[in-house]
């Protein structure tokens, strides 16, 4: 019988558009979502916190997408809501709205969440950019920003990335407005004035591309290392794995690995599996890619859940339905990175991730 509505529902979809914009790219995958008990759910079934990123605008207008978010994770991050622009658009002004609707909505359906991110070098709004003053007065501007939104969130917000993608792809500090202002010391500080404003967040380093292999995963390791070495109070590290299924599996288990062999906690942040990373036009979602796909997912949860218990911050996968994912527009092909599919129906990678745990 639900089989039935929800054959009835996809038609509904497919032919009035109703949930999706006008300029959304459509690419449906055939039905190749195998059969799962739908008394077993995600959070359910997992010995680890499970997460997902979020977009308001979708929780509010979407309602399979919330009630999946809802059923199946139990940790939060803010897609995009807690950004610097978002929160912080002028000097004097903090706009906190829709960070609000998020913190508010996990509360209401008991869910962690997890901040995203204080300091990143792409994310500065053009005030920031243009801001003129000595160092003593940027070091306040990124004092001021983090203690401000971190004391906001107190109490609510368990843990953030407080400072984002500091590391290039040679292995080395990656230019960006903080670095020329603050000099290095811009993370080690950020740390700081974080923990100062909130003692009991745990603060994560959070980056991609660990799994590229060792110049760039070294480069992290060694930052947090030093921070470590330094006193600096930093808790977690977090791996984004914004990956695809051809990734070799020694690249994500060496990833994991060195990171838990750093003794901080580990947070699979932003994962993603990239069916198309060599952006065919007219590639088509085959079952062979779902199996590979499911099994990338699997050797990716199984190989998290062998690190130590109390190293497990979680793993978040960066949002929830294929369409849903920043890959499509970001790249303009046919893709379908995540475990649910278009119309939030569980694909063969979500079997993958309960598979991981067995
Ligand atoms: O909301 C505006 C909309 O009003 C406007 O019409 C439209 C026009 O471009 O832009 C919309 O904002 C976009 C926003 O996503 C919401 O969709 C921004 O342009 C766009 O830059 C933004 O992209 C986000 C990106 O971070 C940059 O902040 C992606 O959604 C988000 O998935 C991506 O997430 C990052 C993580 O934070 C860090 N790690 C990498 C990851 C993927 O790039």
Redesign the pocket.
């Known amino acids: 019988m639900k089989k039935y509505w929800l054959l009835i529902w996809a038609v509904v979809v497919a032919t009035s558009g109703c949930l999706k914009g006008q300029d959304d790219p459509v690419f449906p995958s055939p039905d190749l979502t195998i059969p799962q008990d739908e008394n077993v759910t995600l959070q359910s079934a997992l010995p680890f916190p499970i997460g997902a990123?979020v977009?308001n605008?979708l929780i509010r207008s979407r309602a399979p997408y919330r009630d999946v978010v809802i059923k199946e994770f139990n940790s939060l991050t803010a897609?995009?809501a807690m950004?610097f622009?978002q929160l912080h658009p002028a000097e004097n002004t903090y706009t906190w709205t829709e960070a609000d609707f998020l913190v508010e909505f996990a509360r209401q359906n008991n869910k962690r969440v997890h901040g995203?991110?204080l300091i990143?070098y792409?994310?500065p709004p053009s005030w920031v950019m243009n801001y003129q003053g000595d160092a003593a007065a940027w070091d306040r501007l990124l004092k001021n920003h983090i203690q401000t939104v971190i004391s906001h969130f107190k109490g609510k917000v368990v843990s953030w990335?407080v400072v984002?993608?500091a590391i290039a792809e040679n292995g080395t500090l990656r230019d960006c407005i903080w670095l020329q202002k603050l000099g290095p010391e811009y993370i080690s500080k950020s740390f700081i004035y974080a923990h100062e404003a909130d003692p009991d967040a745990l603060l994560f380093y959070?980056d991609?591309g660990h799994e590229y292999g060792p110049t760039k995963r070294n480069g992290i390791l060694k930052l947090v290392n030093d921070l470590k070495a330094q006193g600096v109070p930093i808790h977690g590290i977090g791996l984004?794995m914004?990956t695809r299924y051809n990734m070799a599996d020694k690249n994500i288990a060496d990833a994991i690995n060195t990171a838990a062999a750093t003794g901080l906690k580990v947070h699979i942040?932003?994962v993603e599996i990239s069916m198309n990373p060599d952006n065919i036009q007219d590639l088509t979602y085959s079952a062979g890619l779902a199996a590979q796909q499911k099994a990338k997912y699997e050797f990716l949860v199984r190989t998290f859940n062998a690190i130590p218990k109390n190293q497990q911050f979680g793993i978040t996968t960066?949002?929830v339905g294929d369409s849903d994912?920043?890959i499509r527009?970001?790249y303009n092909r046919p893709d379908w990175p995540l475990p649910f599919d278009d119309n939030y129906n569980r694909k063969a990678a979500y079997q993958g991730i309960l598979d991981g745990v067995k």
Do not use: C, V
């Open positions: 990123a977009n605008g897609e995009n950004k622009s995203h991110t990143w792409k994310n990335d984002n993608e959070n991609y984004q914004h942040a932003e960066w949002n994912s920043w527009g970001e």
